[in-house]
């Protein structure tokens, strides 16, 4: 049986899988904790997890695969598992904690070395899993490029082709540093205005909380409206192959060559995947992409991001997509 966590701004989510029937694999066990931020927290909660699935598997009578698979925030130097500058200030009490870190190193001081670990950004593990998804719902991929935007409490992203021979990653998957235009024409970054921590800073309010509340979704048409065009750029960037990005991390030709053309898009994040806002930003997005470029684009919603996070996970670690690293 494998092991999968997927460590987020907000909350750590794991559990324990094992081979697919049909389509999706079999979750035998799925726990959540929330994550209080900081690498001294992060210690705490895998040694936790750690407990929890060894005590799970030993009251079941299971084994449990020496390597669990890890995907977690932030974006790695090629070949690593340390962590780039500016990629994961979402994790930490500072925006610099995690920049430099080598999370491979951390995990495995925090199980004592019982474990080993196999690490991937977390959007990876939605993009797989969002394809798992889909494919259960018998939409199909294959021989398609498709992205994954999720805005959660930052904005993930990832690039893959699906093949016969299997998915095969694209580029670093950075998208939350993409130029955007706000409703005043201004030049923004994405992550900047299109994710919840982004959202709470200009509108001190959550998504989640609008979207649990008819009064809220009415004050807040507009900012909902905007986000919708957010996505929409993103979507259009992506398929135009051409666009500014406001980090340290530029891209090269063959970066954009790589996604050019896309049309096929898997939205998760809690503001991607989740209510009102979701249904009402998609709707948007589409709408605006088939107007500037007359394509209808395929939007898949995922409809449970942390089951997808570890069957994405679970996918990756049996060779059921191929990934370049």
Known sequence: MTAVIDIGGTKIAYGLLSNPKNVLPCIHYQQSISFKKG??????????????????????????????????????????????????????????????????????QACNNHFQYKIYNDASLQLAGGIAYAQHENINFLNKKIAYIGPGTGLGGAFASLAQSGLEFVTDGHIFDMQLKDSHNNPVMAEDVFSGRGFFQHHNITPKEINQSQKLQKKYQLAIDQLGHYLSQIMIQIYQ??????????????????????????????????????????QIAQTQFYKKLNIKPAIYKIPDTEKAALIGGFLLKENKFKVNN
Request: hydrophobic share 35%; aromatic share 8%.
């Open 39 to 108: 690498l001294a927290h992060l210690k705490l909660a895998i040694n936790e997890i750690s407990h929890d699935i060894q005590s799970w598997a030993t009251n079941n009578t299971v084994t449990i695969n020496p390597t669990i698979i890890v995907g977690s925030a932030g974006n790695f130097k090629p070949n690593t598992t340390t962590i780039l500058p500016g990629t994961a200030i979402n994790l930490g009490n500072t925006p610099q904690e995690f920049d430099g870190i080598d999370l491979n190193k951390i995990m495995l």
């Open 241 to 282: 192959g051409k666009f500014k990005k406001l980090s340290q991390y530029p891209w090269q030709k063959n970066d954009y060559d790589a996604i050019k053309q896309t049309q096929c898009f898997i939205l998760g994040g809690s503001i991607g995947s989740k209510g009102l806002i979701a249904n009402q930003i998609k």
